[in-house]
């Protein structure tokens, strides 16, 4: 196994001709929710392929029902070394609204900030700057000798949405993609200076309700009063999906919620966190969820009901007396613990048909459904990872929730039976999913430092 | 004054070259909302006052803030007969959602239905068509000697976006438009045999509030749970604005609403109207109204609160598990009686700011704001035309109702002290609002005649 200190100086030597190749990824226009840019996403994979190939790897863009998986092996240089499953995805967000960009979305740049510089344009944190920092740190192996681990790469192009042709990707391919761990780079840093291991994620039910009212649009004037309202009728269904106290109503939606085992809680309230701040970086001040639940509960280790989108009658310039035919809107559920995702996502549209007034019908269309995932703190893994990010970043990580569910954690989990080890160096401020996203120098530079530090204590 | 049957054998002769002139006018995209097609809209002005011109009118194009007004003035053929002020509107309603048209919305045309023939095209009966009823008239009248009455024509722009510049215009032209009687050819036909004269309108209180959350777009996992999400917020706002059973929920809503005098009630319960095949003819068969009201009373009696439109976070194609920065509606509230625009755009403003969280901003955007109006039975402008229309018709018309608003008739009332005869040859299924608009041939040409017949009738 070649010396770790040779590594990580390869890293630092490639930093350049690093950025360049993520500014190639970055401007594939690999964006999976919008069939207009199936030709990106396939791009995108090819790109990254070729990449993997370059680096020793048996790599193949392999077809699925939507967006293709990248496949790559590449052997340890011993035997009887860990086998790791790396996995990220190469899709990104729509980059709307467009006009609050700064520059193009999908013309990457360097920006210089008073906390240092970054690297700006849609999916640099989420999660193309993040999988490239594992690439980059097998580059510097592979150019000091070779691997210490043995290493499969899956790549995904549809995590944006939901990871739709994920599972049966999984079972068709089992033996080829099963390994000892796997290995999650779509995560956050607690903050700046110190890194983290994330050991819960919550899962997500995602359910979009078209309701139907008349058969046409109608004159308001005409038919207003009489006739029902596809939008009020909206308005009834996502008012009452929570109390007066922030709790959602279907029944039985908090079964299988636990609550923080003692010693997590006491890690979280010792946490150098602000509430204040948190909200405060995006103009609010008031926590919005369950009454008697600190923040960091709210977005790490409690379930919620969220509308991402909803749309309904006229909605250009000026007014329109018209009584629509239909409205639509577009679910979250963030899931936490045991929830079980069918049974809510089933549970929600037998509320939304109660609610319902007989002359009007609903129709569901789901996107997407996963678990939410504890990794077990004793885990070997886990302090050996510990031990890595605390010799780059020279303090301890903090072993924190996320909000944000990656489906294939639980997949791995429940398909492939393997544990994962989430390390990612985002930050809470990087514009994930908005306008400007960026992801900081220091990120990519010392998250592939990190990377090559782990791989090399897994290997040990 | 020539003879009656002179003209309506000249309104006979004309049928084909007035189709001719319809079409020119529906051709011309004038949809006031949308500041795209203000050009168009000063388009159709110009070219009805270069067929009033024709018709021997003083006419002139005056331009306004918004889109232009049409002023035309016609002496009669002798002195002391009455002075009448004619109004119609040039401007149309959006052709959205433009897929549903079985032809282009203005490209007009002849379509064959089994009730008759019919005109089908975007504005033809709300108001172009309606509109040239009275024009074609007028021209009928000239081409047999001259006008029975003084006549005014008054045509705007504005009417389909809540007439913004009609107050201050009628305000600044007092003198020139003061008439003895106002006739407005806005409103329908009680069947397709019926002729009817409107003498209830209601008022509309148009407000598009806009709520604003956090300052930008946030990520659903990393935020929610924590944020305030504007679409909850509006859910709340719409949902709290009707009871359950169905009356609006604004404090002091209610004052100025009258109950129907015996008299009209008795003709209302007496009409052949079947609340099945109204509400069936769109797709629906529950009134959605205040419980223990009939339909008829619904639309034409009872106040109401509607939805025209909103919008919020992503909405095109997949999910996206944003938390939207903002989300904004349009509502319109439907008056009758003596209620108080103002006073309920306020009372509404108050509600809207007392369910808001601290933590959201709300815009407000008045879109416009009329009272409703009554005309009194016992008018004998209304005597006369009754009967001007039943000999057209060989039936009774029906002293109707009116759902929809009719801005003019408030200013008409208030500014000028000037009754209003509201006589139109719509019918409920013209679509009107919707795509596929259209208008029988027969309220087109028989719409004509009875305009001959009512002037005549009011000069005697």
Sequence with gaps: MAALETVLDKIDANLESALARLFQLIEIRSVSTDPVFAGDCKAAAEWLAKELTSLGFEASV???????????????????????LFYGHYDVQPPDPLELWETPPFEPRIADAPTGRQIVGRGVADDKGQLMTFIEAVRAF??????????????????????????????????????????????????????????????????????????????????????????????????????????????????????????????????????????????????????????????????????????????????????????????????????????????????????????????????????ALQLPFSSESLSRASRALRAEWATEPVLAGCGGSIPIVGNFKTDLNMDTLMIGFGLEDDRVHSPNEKYELSSFHKGARSWARVLHALAL
Tied chains: 1, 2.
Aim: with cysteine; proline share 6%.
């Design 142 to 371: 592979r150019e000091s000798g070779g691997l210490p681990c043995k290493i499969t790469v899956l790549l995904e192009g549809e995590e944006e949405t939901g990871s739709p042709s994920l599972p049966a990707f999984l079972a068709a391919n089992k033996k080829e993609l099963e390994a000892d761990l796997a290995l999650v780079c779509d995560t956050g840093m607690w903050d700046r200076a110190t890194p983290a291991i994330t050991t819960m994620l919550r899962g997500l039910v995602l359910e979009e309700v078209v309701v139907q009212g008349a058969n046409r649009d109608l004159h308001s004037g005409i038919f207003g009063g009489a006739a029902q309202n596809p939008i009020h009728v909206l308005a009834r269904i996502i008012a009452g999906l929570r109390d007066g106290e922030g709790r959602v109503t279907l029944p039985g939606f908090y079964d299988g919620v636990v609550e923080l085992p003692e010693e997590v809680a006491e890690q979280w309230r010792n946490l150098a966190f602000s509430e204040e701040d948190f909200l405060g970086s995006v103009g609010l001040s008031i926590p919005a969820g369950e009454q008697g639940r600190s923040v960091l509960e709210m977005v790490w280790s409690r379930p919620t009901c969220d509308v991402n989108g909803i749309i309904g009658g006229y909605t250009r310039k000026g007014s329109k007396t018209v009584l629509p035919a239909q409205a639509s809107a577009k679910f979250s559920f963030r899931l936490v613990g045991n929830q079980d995702p069918a049974k809510i996502a089933e549970t929600f549209r037998a509320y939304v048909r109660k609610i319902l007034p007989a002359d009007c019908r609903a129709e569901f269309i789901s996107h997407g459904a996963s678990r």
């Design 62 to 84: 392999r077809p699925t029902a939507g967006h293709p998986m990248v496949v790559a092996h590449a052997k340890a240089d011993r035997p009887d070394v860990p086998h790791l």
